[in-house]
């Protein structure tokens, strides 16, 4: 048997050496290289070891529980930091939304909701609020179709005097101008024929809309 073996070429070094790692690198050979946070701990101790001159063999347990304690709280801290700042966000904003004006009032709603202010102040009985009501809910509807102009600081003699209506609109709104101011500065009694009355100029004005 020696002498089959001496019959034999020397192996070549380089399939040796390849040989060798491979076994090596298996299962039970190779070893395991420590984690990041393994090194780190390790440092950690060894530093203590040195500082307070202890055996960290006998604490060492407790310490990487006590640190991974620590770890657990210090994440549990930002998560809560995260949750907390963006809840204050959010509640910011609402109140930024909530504090900004309400959107311009069209004059399809305003006139909607004149006429129902008028209808609701009929069934109450205050007939001269609903002759106001009814009145400006005409000026309205005139200038939603152009053929009157409209400014909220106007007074009624003012929208009369620079609407730029038309002759036949002038003629049908001046009265009510007048009777609306004689009754209510001048003391006159309004009844409930006088708001039905400018109702029905409405009606006729403006069709289905009133």
């Known amino acids: 048997m020696l002498e089959g073996l001496q019959d034999r070429p020397p192996a070549d070094p380089r399939e040796v050496a390849r ?5 090596m690198g298996q299962a ?26 202890f055996d960290a063999a006998s604490v060492s347990d407790v310490f990487a529980t ?16 995260v949750v907390s700042s963006i809840i204050r966000i959010r509640r910011a904003r609402a109140a930024a939304r909530a504090a900004l004006p309400p959107p311009p009032e069209s004059l399809a709603q305003r006139l909607a ?18 002759l106001r009501l009814y009145f400006w809910a005409l000026v309205v509807g ?8 409209y400014r ?33 500065f001048g003391g006159e009694a309004c009844s409930a024929e006088d708001s039905a009355r400018v109702a029905q100029v409405c009606r006729e004005f403006l069709g289905g809309v009133a």
Do not use: C, N
């Not at 203590?48 to 001159?53: G, N, P, Q, R, Y």
């Not at 006590?66 to 930091?81: D, E, H, K």
């Not at 909701?113 to 609903?130: I, K, N, S, T, V």
């Not at 005139?142 to 102009?149: I, M, T, V, Y």
């Open 66 to 81: 006590a640190l991974y304690v620590l770890l657990g709280l210090l994440v549990a801290w930002l998560v809560w930091l």
């Open 28 to 53: 039970g050979f190779a070893q395991q290289k420590p984690s990041w946070f393994e090194r780190a701990l390790e440092r950690i101790v060894d530093w203590l070891e040195e500082l307070f001159d």
């Open 152 to 184: 909220d600081a106007w007074t009624a003699r003012e929208m009369l005097e620079r609407g730029r209506a038309g002759a036949d609109v002038r003629a049908r709104l001046d009265p009510l101008v007048r009777e609306i101011d004689g009754k209510s």
């Open 113 to 130: 909701r004149l006429l129902g202010e008028a209808r609701a102040a009929e069934a109450a009985g205050d007939h001269l609020r609903a």
């Open 142 to 149: 005139l200038s939603q179709r152009g053929e009157l102009a």
């Open 19 to 23: 040989a060798l790692e491979a076994v």
